[in-house]
């Protein structure tokens, strides 16, 4: 019997890593071959991470850290790494647009842009992915996927300020033939497949084949008469081969490569903007996801693949490992997004002028594209024996992307649309670092660890926004003008002219900006007329759909007055900026720990870790002129924890706890800015004086350091094995997050050139952090009915609670009306349980066949994950609604 005395003070007094949902569950679906010795743990059993760069088990692991295996997760439902949504407390994930957004208890990034770096490192196989978009589809044949919380600055690397997400895929087993297939159904017309077969080599080597295939119909449902296809519908594939060799007792070579390709409709959100200035109150509208589409169905491609080695040589004095990656990824999504969600009276509210035919018949349209490669390398020499265990290594990362955004403003008088084309983006990272843990005595240990990281910058591109008056001179006529319908292609990487002063004069031209905006278009679609306006430019595509006055010419007009009509198409000047920009910082990080075994089951640690993020800079102001950069974020973590298993008569259990504070440092904010406001932001005019090419409405993102904030809380997790096979655990925390130190920031919610009043500095002292609700809880209920003619039967219920939040800086809070606050402005996700459920049965005989049955969200509870407030929209990003489904697994 253990001393429960002891246990149960030390499990109260202190702060606690969360293993919470780490726990292989007994009623998880057995597994191949290569897999059922984990599949066959009790709730408590051991389970072994990787957390730092060793095996070694979660509970012995002075931290905090949770393992989620992959059996568990598919039991509930889970698809992708969107999914951990709610699963773990602290750890949100938010699909934004396509863009994997990770925070971890507060601390995160929402600069999706190629300038930006996420603040939690996604690792996959222990690969650093510097973009994680379509890496969702990874989740196949995974063993575990493990959540670091905290700066993992010393230990995982780069841009780990938050803490680290690893997807740990199963590895090929030596001496085991083992093949199975799986088989899926469920709604929204949901079909899946997956199939696994390792192979034997002789004695020293064996590969592992893995394939996926998942599809099905939208989330979203077009009820407006358009009957277009809308967001949220999938149609992936994804594969992954891996080779292992092991020619002697000491050395390992493990070769992989994969492939995911994500098709569908992608993530439009949706846009709230229409009811709520209908004065619509958003808890009216029963299901956000039943739209009124416009246009064109979204289209999304992604192909995301990668190949790794991993040599690791077991020496006499110390061990090496090298590992070595790349990847590619291209992401490319074109969308627009519906005009509003449905409420009664929203046709009657849309319907303008000319029908609600025109309304819809808007192909205002965005296109994204990230074209990332990446390579890795990393050199490693340790060991992990003895009373020192220590690590000495070297990271080198590089990174290539060209990157797009371009939009269409169709039925525009002055807009026709946005483009930032950067066809060069560089980025280098170096690192050198050690960390070691020493055994003072037996039960007492004490950890350093130190890194020294060089990042490396640089753009090349240009950004523009097409603005080309066209009207009368009454503003009355010719808002037919269109751009972007059928058959539209943006030129994107084919474009040739990248400055527009292709003369060198050093002015730029009217008839050079057309030339400019005609070289980033490839073709015109079917029903578009800007190129005829334009004298027929150069491009494919368009139709005869001129307005009436065109065929008069009169120099570089067009004259109507007779008619009334159209007066003139004239562009706009110093709309396209030159994008040239470049920076280098370089960091620090270190951790200290020490940490106390009272008993065998019993632990006490505390620690100090710091994590950076890297800084950068911004946009150019003007042409080729400042580009103003921001310097890295720090995170600086205090963490007292205990970790401790006992006995309650006979049932075995586990309580962890642990208290925390987070000093947060120079705290990147990301918002989209006019110039103006980025101006007067840097100190007005007479600091930055304005180039004269620069367009003061021109809005990009902009990123700068704008505040120091506090995080601290309190976690708690435990579990118990009851009796008749009953498995119990949960985690609990507590968490304050606030502006602690700001700087007046302009409300960006706002446009300078439309709300001149409003788009004003305002002070955020004291504001939450988005997405820290203040109370997170998940519980997990467990149990298997083994019987001697029937099989097996098992089940899992999962519950988890999130209390409320906010999802911007702002915490709705009108600063204009504060007594009558207005609905656009608020960013408000109240309080809600989610509930899963799982349910399997295994028949009589050796397990290799496997019936599954799943329920994920059960009460349908949908709420926003992030939430993009404008000046003109107030767009929602949602978590995924109620699905349910059945699976057959055959194992030969």
């Known amino acids: 019997m253990h001393n429960r ?7 109260a007094a202190l702060a606690f890593a969360l293993p919470g949902l780490a726990m292989a569950q007994t009623a998880a679906a057995p597994a191949p071959a290569t897999q059922q010795d984990e599949q066959q743990e009790t709730v408590l059993d051991d389970i ?25 997760l598919k039991a509930v439902g889970v698809q992708d790494i969107s999914d951990l ?11 934004n647009g396509g863009n994997i957004e990770i925070y971890i208890r507060g601390v995160g990034s929402s600069n999706n842009t190629e300038l930006g770096d996420p603040a939690a490192a996604t690792h996959y196989d222990g690969v650093y992915l510097p973009r994680p978009a379509g890496i969702g589809s990874a989740f196949f044949d995974i063993q575990r996927v493990e959540v670091n919380i905290g700066p993992q600055g010393t230990l995982r690397g780069r841009n ?3 803490g680290t997400v690893n997807i ?15 088989f899926e159904i469920g709604n929204y017309q949901q079909r899946a497949f997956q199939g696994m077969v390792n192979i034997p080599i002789g004695d020293t080597a064996a590969v592992r084949i893995a394939g996926y295939h998942l599809e099905h119909d939208s989330y979203y449902e077009d009820v407006g008469p358009a009957g277009v296809g809308v967001a949220e519908a999938e149609n992936n594939d994804a594969g992954r081969v891996q080779f292992l060799w092991e020619p002697t007792s000491r050395l390992s070579i493990l070769l992989g490569a994969d492939y995911v390709r994500e098709t569908g409709t992608g993530y439009t959100g949706t846009n709230y903007a229409n009811p709520l200035g209908e004065g619509i109150d958003p808890d009216d509208i029963e299901d956000p996801r039943r739209v009124i589409g416009r246009a064109q169905t979204p289209d999304l491609n992604t192909r995301h693949w990668g190949a790794r080695a991993h040599i690791t040589y077991d020496g006499d004095l110390f061990d090496i490992e090298y590992t070595a990656s790349y990847r590619d990824l291209v992401y490319d999504y074109r969308a627009v997004t519906p005009l509003s969600p449905f409420y009664p009276g929203v046709i009657a509210n849309l319907t303008g002028p000319g029908g609600i035919g025109e309304t819809l018949d808007n192909f205002s349209q965005f296109q994204s594209i990230t074209d990332s490669q990446s390579k890795t390398h990393e050199l490693r020499f340790y060991d992990n024996e003895g009373p020192l265990i220590w690590s000495l290594g070297a990271f080198y990362l590089e990174e290539d992307q060209y990157a797009f955004l371009g939009s269409t403003g169709d039925r525009g008088l002055f807009f026709q649309g946005v483009e930032f084309n950067m066809p060069d983006v560089d980025t280098t990272s170096y690192a050198v670092y050690g960390d070691m843990t020493y055994s003072v005595t037996d039960r007492f240990r004490i950890t350093a660890g130190l890194r020294y990281t060089e990042d490396e910058k640089s753009r090349r591109g ?7 008056a066209l009207g009368a ?11 972007g319908t059928e058959g539209f292609e943006f030129a994107g990487r084919d474009r040739t002219i990248i400055n527009p002063d292709t003369n060198n004069n050093g002015t730029i031209s009217e008839q050079e900006i057309i030339d400019f905006y005609f070289n980033g278009v490839s073709q015109f679609g079917a029903r578009d007329n800007i190129d005829d306006i334009f004298a027929n430019g150069p491009v494919p595509g368009g139709a005869p759909n001129r307005p009436a006055c065109l065929d008069t010419v009169t120099g570089d007009f067009w004259n109507c007055a007779a008619d009334g009509r159209l007066t003139y198409a004239v562009p706009f000047t110093g709309q396209i900026f030159q994008q040239v920009g470049e920076s280098q910082i370089d960091f620090v990080d270190w951790r200290l720990r020490a940490e106390f075994d009272v008993t065998p089951d019993n632990l006490l640690y505390g620690l100090i870790a710091t994590g950076n993020k890297s800084g950068g800079f911004n946009d150019n102001i003007g042409n080729a002129g400042l580009a103003p950069t921001y310097d890295a974020e720090k995170v600086t973590l205090y963490e007292l924890g205990s970790k401790n298993e006992f006995y309650i008569g006979d049932l075995r259990a586990r309580l962890n706890a642990s208290l925390f504070y987070n000093d947060y440092e120079d705290q990147v904010l990301t918002s989209l800015l006019s110039v103006a406001q980025i101006v007067e932001f840097l100190g007005g005019p007479q600091q930055v004086p304005v180039p004269v090419d620069s367009s003061l409405a021109l809005v990009v993102s902009y990123s700068y350091n704008a505040a120091s904030s506090r995080i601290y809380g309190a976690q708690f997790d435990g579990g118990i094995d009851l009796p008749w096979n009953i498995g119990l655990d949960f985690n609990l925390l507590y968490l304050k997050a606030e502006v602690v130190e700001a700087e007046e920031i302009q409300d960006f919610r706002f446009q300078a050139d439309v709300s001149p009043t409003e788009a004003v500095f305002q002070s955020i002292d004291g504001k939450t952090l988005p997405r820290t609700p203040e109370w997170q809880f998940n519980m997990n209920l467990t149990q298997a009915f083994p019987t001697e003619t029937m099989g097996q039967f098992d089940y899992v219920i999962s519950a988890g609670y999130r209390s409320d939040f906010f999802t911007t800086i702002f915490n709705g809070e009108d600063f204009q009306q504060p007594n009558n606050p207005r609905r656009r402005l608020d960013d408000r996700v109240d309080g809600y349980w989610t509930f899963d459920a799982g349910f399997g049965w295994t028949p009589p005989g050796d397990g290799r066949l496997r019936f599954e049955a799943y329920v994920n969200n059960l009460t349908d509870e949908i709420h926003e994950a992030a939430i993009i407030i404008t000046q003109f929209d107030n767009t929602r990003f949602f978590t995924r609604p109620r699905t349910f489904g059945a699976r057959v697994r055959v194992q030969y």
């Not at 773990?88 to 699909?95: C, H, I, Q, R």
């Not at 240009?462 to 080309?468: L, S």
């Open 168 to 182: 740990v895929s199963w590895k090929p087993g030596l001496n085991i033939w083992d093949a199975a297939a799986e």
């Open 5 to 11: 005395k002891t246990a149960l003070l030390c499990g």
């Open 85 to 95: 949504e709610g699963r773990v407390p602290g750890l949100s994930v938010a699909n």
């Open 473 to 483: 001179g009454d503003f009355n006529c010719c808002g037919g003008v269109r751009v």
């Open 48 to 72: 072994v991470v990787t957390v730092e760069r060793r095996e070694q088990s979660l509970q012995n692991y002075a931290g905090t850290a949770v393992a989620l295996t992959g059996e568990d």
């Open 160 to 162: 780990a300020t938050a």
């Open 462 to 468: 240009v950004a523009a926004r097409y603005g080309f």
